[in-house]
C-alpha cells in the first residue's frame, strides 16, 4: 500500500540534543499527524496539522506542515531519556470515500543517551 | 492513560480455538478502528465502523470478524487463525469528522501457536 517517506529510520543521541524527523509525500495531504510509540504500547498522538503552513508546539515537541501540502517535520528539544520510542506521521486526504484511512510513514526509531 | 481500553492484553490461542478482543471508548467517538501491527512497522488498517455500521474492510480474511455491539464497544472475534497472524492488534477511536485524529489503546498482542 500507500506510503509516507519517513528519515531518518533510526536515531541515536545524547541527552540534551535536539531531533529533528521529516516526512514526505508525492501525494497531497489534508492532515498531518505525528505519533510516538512506546514498547509494548499504542500509538499516542503528539500534534495534529491541518492547515499547509501551519506551526505547532506541544511541550518541546513543534511540528509544521509544509506549504506544498507534501511534506511535514517533527523537532524535539532538549531530549530527554523518555523521548525514546519510535515516532510515526502519517497523512490523511479529505476526499470521497476512503478518507479515513492515514497513510503511514515507516517510524523513526529513536534512542537518548543518558 | 489511554482513554481507548483494549482486552486482553495479551492472548496465545491454537489455531484451532475462538477468542475475542475487546475495545471500548467513552469519549462519545463514533467511529472506531481495528489495526494489526507487526513489530516496528506501522498500523495496518483492518476495519472501520462509523455510527455502529461496518464502512471499511481492508480485504481482509474471514477469520477475523468484526462487531459493533454500541457505539461504545467493538469486538474482533478471532476463529482458525494461522501463526502469520500473531502480532500487536489495536483498537482506535475518533469523532465522526473524517478528519478528526484518531486515538488508540494500547493494543492486544496476539501469539498463535
Known amino acids: 500500500g500507500q506510503q509516507l517517506n519517513q528519515s531518518p529510520q533510526s536515531m541515536f543521541i545524547q541527552e540534551g540534543e535536539d531531533v529533528s524527523m521529516n516526512c514526505t509525500s508525492s501525494s497531497i495531504f489534508n492532515t498531518w499527524l505525528w505519533y510516538k510509540q512506546d514498547p509494548g504500547e499504542g500509538p499516542v498522538l503528539l500534534i495534529a496539522?491541518?492547515?499547509a503552513g501551519e506551526l505547532t508546539s506541544n511541550g518541546r515537541l513543534t511540528a509544521q506542515f509544509g506549504i506544498t501540502r507534501k511534506d511535514s517535520f517533527l523537532n524535539i528539544s532538549a531530549s530527554i531519556p523518555s523521548d525514546v520510542g519510535i515516532y510515526f506521521c502519517?497523512?490523511?486526504?479529505?476526499?470521497?470515500?476512503?478518507?479515513?484511512?492515514?497513510?503511514w510513514g515507516l517510524g523513526t526509531s529513536l534512542a537518548v543517551n543518558p | 492513560d489511554t482513554e481507548v481500553t483494549q482486552t486482553p492484553k495479551h492472548l496465545v490461542m491454537g489455531m484451532t480455538n475462538k477468542k475475542s478482543l475487546k475495545c471500548e471508548q467513552h469519549?462519545?467517538?463514533?467511529?472506531m478502528y481495528w489495526y494489526k501491527q507487526k513489530a516496528k512497522k506501522p498500523p495496518e488498517l483492518m476495519f472501520v465502523y462509523s455510527y455502529e455500521k461496518l464502512s471499511i474492510n481492508e480485504s481482509v480474511p474471514s477469520r477475523f470478524s468484526p462487531e459493533c455491539p454500541n457505539s461504545s464497544l467493538l469486538n474482533l472475534h478471532l476463529h482458525a487463525l494461522q501463526p502469520e497472524d500473531s502480532a500487536l492488534y489495536l483498537c482506535a477511536s475518533s469523532q465522526e469528522a473524517s478528519y478528526q485524529p484518531q486515538h488508540f489503546g494500547d493494543g492486544t498482542r496476539l501469539s498463535i501457536l
Open positions: 496539522l491541518y492547515k
Open positions: 502519517a497523512g490523511q486526504i479529505h476526499n470521497a470515500g476512503n478518507n479515513r484511512k492515514l497513510i
Open positions: 469519549m462519545g467517538h463514533r467511529a
